[in-house]
T-cell receptor, first 113, second 114 residues
C-alpha cells in the first residue's frame, strides 16, 4: 500500500521565520508531488507542485524533492500569521485513468505574531 | 475554485437512511473524484470517474456507490448511512495548469450520521 508520511505537528514558528515541512513517501515509482494548504473548515488549496529532483521556488514557497531518499519538503520564507494552516503532502504514482493522489495526514503549522 | 460546487454543504441524517451527495462542475473536466477526510486519517479516495458512466473504486469504497450520467455531475450515494460515515466529503476534479496535471477540490460537504 502506498504511504505518505508527515509529522502531524503542530509546528510553531515566529513571524518572519522559515517554516520547514517534510514528507516521505513509500512508492519509488511516484512521479509528481504536491503541497496543499488547508485552513480550518475549508477545502485543500493547491500551492506547489514539483516533478524533478531539486528545488522549485514560487514566491515565498520552495518545494524540494529528493527521489533517491523519497523525500519532499516545503519551505515557507518570511512566515506570516496567515500561513497558519494544515499543509498536506500529496503524491501521484500513475498516469491516465490510474492517476490518483495519495495524501499524507497533514502538518499543522502555527505562525506566532 | 475550478468551478466546482457541492450540495448539500451540510447534512444531518439518521443511521440506515440513504444519502446522496452531489458534485457539479462547469468546466467539462473528464476526471472527478470523491474523498472523505477524517481526523487521524487524512484524505482518502472513495471512488473516481474517468468519464460518463465510467467509474472505479478507491481505497475506502465499501458502503458507497457513485454514478455519473453526465459530464458535469458526479453523485456519491450512501445506501444505508452508518455513524462511521460521519465525515467531511470533498469532490475534486483533475486538470492541467501551471502546476501540471493535478486536482482541485470543491468546498466540501459535512455529513453527520446520528
Amino acid at each position: 500500500q502506498k504511504e505518505v508520511e508527515q509529522n502531524s505537528g503542530p509546528l510553531s514558528v515566529p513571524e518572519g521565520a522559515i517554516a520547514s515541512l517534510n514528507c516521505t513517501y513509500s512508492d519509488r515509482g511516484s512521479q509528481s508531488f504536491f503541497w496543499y494548504r488547508q485552513y480550518s473548515g475549508k477545502s485543500p488549496e493547491l500551492i506547489m507542485s514539483i516533478y524533478s529532483n531539486g528545488d522549485k521556488e514560487d514566491g515565498r514557497f520552495t518545494a524540494q524533492l529528493n527521489k533517491a531518499s523519497q523525500y519532499v519538503s516545503l519551505l515557507i520564507r518570511d512566515s506570516q500569521p496567515s500561513d497558519s494552516a494544515t499543509y498536506l503532502c500529496a503524491v501521484n504514482s500513475g498516469g491516465g485513468s490510474n492517476y490518483k493522489l495519495t495524501f499524507g495526514k497533514g502538518t499543522l503549522l502555527t505562525v506566532n505574531p | 475554485d475550478a468551478g466546482i460546487t457541492q450540495s448539500p454543504r451540510h447534512k444531518v441524517t439518521e443511521t440506515g437512511t440513504p444519502v446522496t451527495l452531489r458534485c457539479h462542475q462547469t468546466e467539462n473536466h473528464r476526471y472527478m473524484y470523491w474523498y472523505r477526510q477524517d481526523p487521524g486519517h487524512g484524505l482518502r479516495l472513495i471512488h473516481y470517474s474517468y468519464g460518463v458512466k465510467d467509474t472505479d473504486k478507491g481505497e475506502v469504497s465499501d458502503g458507497y456507490s457513485v454514478s455519473r450520467s453526465k459530464t458535469e455531475d458526479f453523485l456519491l450515494t450512501l445506501e444505508s448511512a452508518t455513524s462511521s460515515q460521519t465525515s467531511v466529503y470533498f469532490c475534486a476534479i483533475r486538470t492541467s495548469d501551471r502546476f501540471g496535471e493535478t486536482q482541485y477540490f470543491g468546498p466540501g460537504t459535512r455529513l453527520l450520521v446520528l
